[in-house]
């Protein structure tokens, strides 16, 4: 029995010695840590045109480039650190080969035929992938384009414009039926309405602009079917007010817009000039021209003319005749109708200032005001109209200036369209109208369109100097251009992906879809850097085998190291694939409010990871093949880089 118990409690002796194990941790960590160093560096380098972005774009995407370098800079380390330490804790006893895993043999029996044909249509091969990557030129094209794809922010932003000289009490109404009509819909929760400024200098909205928040209940209490668009709509249909011009949009994109370019719909066309009447009358042309534009709506000219005002022309000769002064009517004026300061009083901390002035019945009309009694010391008692002439005018209902520079807009909201084909189209329609523009006067595109163009435009420079630094990062990994280009035409190849995902998702592309571009075009290359130093550890068991002569070396021997460079380590790069994949296929099935924004980030990185990793499985050790074919017909030999050091 005792010897029984020794038997169980025996420790085997090991399989192989200490120094030896710890000889093949530190081949097989600089083997591959090099490789994923640079990897890690190329996708901090790739991220570097989201840091450039300014604006609205900028504080949008700065947050996930910060935190996405950050990690990959601590990963960096850690893989050159800790990594090979944390190993060499715990891979200890005897561990299995590859081909005995069962997933892995599926894997490799599934793969190494397909690898075999594609090695033998070359031609093929390379053509199909050509094909696919032209196809997606015109996909590309097609897409719509838009600044930042739209939050839904659950609510809704009603803002309606009426005539300049509508009244306190008109307003009040429209605002009321309004309200009333809104609170029909299912949908709808609360309405909130107001119109005019609230009590703040920030706001300097006339009392003709009417400002309506809607807010909706969850989306399980909705009619089967409907959607925010159609709410809208149907919203947009029951309020058809004369005289009012109707406006959608959402209170926190609305805010941002009118903080950042002034402009309160998607897209503003700035008139600016040096005269109110004629830059209103350029609006009301530019009006014309875009009407009927497929995607324009909610099309207004912002209001510069129509206010009403009243003016008190004093009469000056009459006033000699009645011993009376400037300075005695304007007096009696401000007291009559603005209000006269008499006193003040204090209530605790506060103190207010007590106004007095007639009641509203004594100075709701011209003629009223006609009758406002002056006092002089001649003749007595008179009324204002002896001395003064009381009339209204027309004039401007609020002045916007820009840079010094008097100017209207004329507004519109995308709707049903993407927003960059629709501008295009109306730039288009804008430039056929003759005679629009007098000298001296000129337009502004703005609103999200501005914005569109500086993101467009800070990516179109960036995106080439990112390209040259990756190309070179992986030139100091691989010590090769060779090896550094067969890495980097991945990238292209992500593209296809890419481009038929948001294609068929129907998503226009935007900075949010170049940002998820940006992130893919990292873990393409990261995934190739991979098959390449597997490929390179392949031809140097070649070398070692056969040595580096193209006598001792055929192309057969070639096609099977090439084989075995690919297919023997298979599980190492669909790992690397299935946990890029695994953390953002379950954003498509997301709901919520923030998902109409993560999602058109994501969907180029799922579906370039895709056809990057079938390209980098298939073409990528193609094109190696026939690199190493080149070199042992031109050179005699093979030149292999030693990428494990």
Known sequence: ????????????????????????????????????????????????????????????????????????????????????????????????????????????????????????????????????????????????????????????????????????????????????????????????????????????????????????????????????????????????????????????????????????????????????????????????????????????????????????????????????????????VESALGGATIGNTIEGRQRFSISVRLAQEYRNSVERIQRIPIQSTTFGEIPLSAVADVKFEDGPPMINSDNAILRGAVMFNVRDRDLGSTVKDAMEKLNKEKGVLPEGYFLEWSGQYENLIRGKQTLMWIAPVVLVIIFFSLYFAFHSVREAFLSLITVPFALIGGAYMIYFWDVNLSVGVAVGFIALFGIAVETGIVMVIYLNDAMQQLIKLKGNSSETITKEDLREYVIHGAAKRLRPKLMTVCVSLFGLVPVLWATGVGVDVMQPIVLPMIGGVLTSSTHILLVTPLIFLMSKEYELRKYGKLEVHDVQH
Do not use: C
Request: no cysteine; glycine share 6%; hydrophobic share 45%.
């Open 1 to 332: 029995m005792i010897k029984w118990f020794k038997n169980i409690f025996k420790k085997s002796p090991d399989w192989i010695s200490e120094e030896d194990r710890l000889a093949v941790i530190t081949k097989s960590s600089k083997q591959v840590s090099r490789g994923v160093f640079f990897a890690t560096v190329i996708i901090i380098t790739s991220f570097l045109p989201v840091f450039m972005l300014t604006g609205q774009e900028g504080k949008l995407f700065h947050p996930l480039a910060y935190t996405k370098t950050f990690i990959m800079i601590v990963d960096a380390l850690l893989v050159i650190t800790l990594a090979p330490v944390l190993i060499s804790f715990f891979m200890k006893g005897k561990f299995k080969p590859d081909h005995a895993n069962p997933v892995n043999r599926i894997l490799e029996k599934v793969y190494e035929p397909i690898i075999r044909t594609v090695l033998k249509w070359r031609k093929t091969t390379i053509a199909v992938n050509i094909i696919a990557l032209l196809i997606t030129i015109p996909l590309l094209k097609n897409l719509g384009t838009e600044f930042i794809p739209p939050l839904d922010e659950q609510s809704i932003l009603f803002m309606p414009v009426t005539l300049p000289d509508v009244s306190n009490a008109e307003a009040k109404r429209i605002l009321q039926v309004q309200d009333k009509i809104i609170k029909s819909v299912p949908e709808v929760d609360k309405v909130l309405g107001k119109a005019g400024r609230a009590n703040t200098a920030t706001d300097n909205s006339p009392i003709s602009m009417i400002e309506t928040i809607i807010t909706l209940k969850p989306k399980s209490d909705w009619r089967k079917g409907i959607t925010k668009k159609d709410i809208v709509t149907e919203l947009d249909a029951k309020l058809q007010i004369p005289g009012v011009v109707n406006g959608w949009t959402q209170p926190i994109i609305n805010r941002i817009n009118m903080l950042a370019t002034g402009i309160r719909t998607d897209v503003g066309i700035k008139v600016f000039g040096q005269n109110l009447d004629t830059i209103a009358a350029v609006s009301e042309k530019v009006k014309a021209a875009l009407e009927g534009t497929p995607g324009v709506s909610d099309l207004f000219v912002e209001p510069i003319t129509g206010g009403k005002y009243m003016a008190i022309d004093i009469k000056r000769e009459e006033l000699a005749r009645y011993g009376l002064n400037v300075d005695d009517v304007n007096q009696v």
